[in-house]
């Protein structure tokens, strides 16, 4: 055997890294192979699995052993030893022959169990019964003694809406904003936490703090939205050196108290009041005499499941660019970009003295904060923290239960005019992990991605939501438009299977499905063009993560959604709903008819629907859907073509026709005609909501116009990115227009819209050219696409298989390409310029030939590896 040959990393369970709490009893097992080599594929594998580290050293594999599998399967290879038990730690490792005789073992990794059964669970759901104030922060605490050394101890919780729980004065993790939001009445999250550091011999006392979170929301929406008073459900095990265990779990025994946060609520903001801060009530020691017994709660419905989605952390920490006093004794601190999260006060003052911040995306000319892009008609108070000091020292806040969308911070309260430290911004959201890198020679493309990236983390919170500033909510049209983008930019599988249990969870509760999830606000039963996100991003899983598991388990839901627009349909016609949304200069994009996107959408449902169950093996189900999708593009057609000007009457339009493949075959070319004449006619500027955004580069693109698709993208005037960005937008606003020259006083649209950001996904797929051919990218195309006078593009993306580059540059009259190719998959390699042009490999790749290249009409076949090839313009 040949040791140095490959290595085999990154073990993963349920794409998961080392994860404590993972609750579903079959997971699916992933490992990435790395080589320099070329072309290496798996040829066999063979898991191990163990219940302790010793046992797998020593070959006793007692939960499972794979034998030999001759299979090149490296990724979401299902478990399939003994049933798994709760708590369970499954230590495992994997070998992997690439020949008869080359052939590398993993190291050791594990993954442990959550709380698998209702049985396991002996805490109590527990809250401040009669004592609770509305909006007010309940403290909880409990004392217990730790006898003996501890070998193991974990802590199972869930805080509802929000929680922060800390150890013997110290904060538990680094979550905030837990538990993700969900729809209460069908599932609440968990956390396991490895609490074992925390914990010292003697007496230790668990403090946690609660907040309204989604759970208690009473302001917005009505009160229909509201579950219940918050409410904690604890379980901490102990298992000592020596074998013995224990479990404190949250039952009456528990004190509470109201705490120094006096208001917390999602939408208006938070106040602290620290003269009411009970020092060391998380401590043990602490005299609690006073404080309450808490009252047993009623269980929420939902069914406890172990949060598998990343949590939302504290992520990016901004220094002031500005700090400025428009008014006397009002500061404005600009923190030079748009973002949701909060600000970090430290202050100095008199016992009782009120500090005010308030957050805005904007300033009015006069200077102060413009809080119109953050009300709502039905919501006058804009995002506000007050923190009452406590007259000892330095004192810092931060807000835990509440975030804001804000560029700047308006001070009032201080008495003397603050440097840079007394206000700093930080950034929070859902901490998916980076999978995307996309960098061009062209500064204006880069600040556009970035544009994208700052919109769309700001709306990361446990769910993708509108705006951090409105409405903070989770509509299905906006995660769909975006979803693929996401996925280029951040391994956000978990994320995305969340949100489509979301759907289905929200479906179960209101009989159908609807415009917003999770939870009670619903806004109506799901347009087409929203409500196909039950098919579209199930299937962009499978794309990206060959997820198959997620089509499986949704394909009833999926063909329901198809046969719900079927039933809703005349003639094959659907006139219900809302369409492409916010085009330059309104709402509502008339020229194109909300039936029209319906009927669309309707298309590409029964198409997906059909596909997916072909990938699922229902042959007669796919007939069925192919059958239907044959009749609603021929109904669609009839209705809407217009034969004389070989168009469906708008850019939103014809772009989504032909990307969909909605386009009579004969009628391609024409649409593509007059989508470009569209597009030169309007000077290269787009008439699109958040769906012909998306669409209009990729079409373009495709279809050999990808200059007209330049063009629009980098365009400065009205409407258009670059437009926004010599403006000062930060994040993609609602409106192309920003809240600029609107005349709306209130309501002039959010400025971190993510449902624009669709187009991203084509700067990778597009301009770098990465392209999943088979699901997960075990087949990759490397297509790249130089277009304007961008010289160069590096662009990559972390598959599952392992990481994928596109590194072009053009010089001198060559075309260049670095890519690489990850073990166990292949590619296709397509360069941009005639075939017929030289094509001068790289030094590695004596295997490729320019004969294979034009044999194969137009593509290099490669396997894994690092290429470059050489190519005259
Ligand atoms: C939201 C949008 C959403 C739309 C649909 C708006 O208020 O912010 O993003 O998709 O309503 O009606």
Redesign the pocket.
Known sequence: MKNNLFVINELRCENLQEFIGIDCIKPRLSWKIQSQLHEVKQKDYKIMVSSTKKKLIEEDYDLWDSGKITDDRSVNVEYKGETLNSRETCYWKVKVWISDYVYKESEIAYWEMGLLNKEDWQGQWIGMGKRYKQSWSPLFRKEFFVSKEVKKARIYLTGLGYYEASMNGTKIGDHVLEPAQTDYDVRVFYTTYDIASYLKKGNNAIGIMLGDGWYNQTRMWKHKVMYGNPRLLCQIEIEYEDGAKEVIFSNTSWKCSLGPIVLNHVYNGETYDSRMVQSGWNFPGFNDEEWFMTQIESKPGGALASQMMPPIKTMEFIDPVNISEPQNHVFVFDFGHNLAGWTKLTVEGVAGAEITIRYAESLSENGMINTNSCSLKNLFIPQTHRYIIKGEGKEIYEARFNYSGFRYAEVTGLTCKPDISVLKAIAVYTDLEESGEFESSNGDINKIHQMARHTITSNLQGNIT??PI??K?G????AMIVSDSIMYNWNSVHFWEKFVKDIESSRKVNGQWT??VPGKRT?GEA?PA?GTAQVTIPLLLYIFYEDKWILKDQYQAIKDWTDHLRSRCEAYLISFG?GD??YPGGRENLDVPHDLISTAYFFQSATQTAEIAKILGFEEDYQKYTILSHKIKKAFNKRYFNKGKNSYGSQTADSFALKIKLVEESYVQKVVKALVKSIRDEGFHLTTG?IGTKYVFEVLTDFGYKEEAYKTLVQSGYPGFVYLINKGYTTLP?RWEGDQDYGVPRNT??LN?P?KCGFDAWLFSHLAGIRPLKPGFKEIMIKPTPMGDIKWIKGSFDSIYGKIRSHWRMDKGIFEIDATIPANTTAKIVLPFDSDVAIMCGENISCVKKETYTKNGGYIDVGSGVYSFKQKL
């Open positions: 509108d705006c409105r409405e909510c509509w299905l049209g906006d415009m917003v806004c347009a929203w809302i949304w916010w958040h609602e649209g959010s819209h449902f």
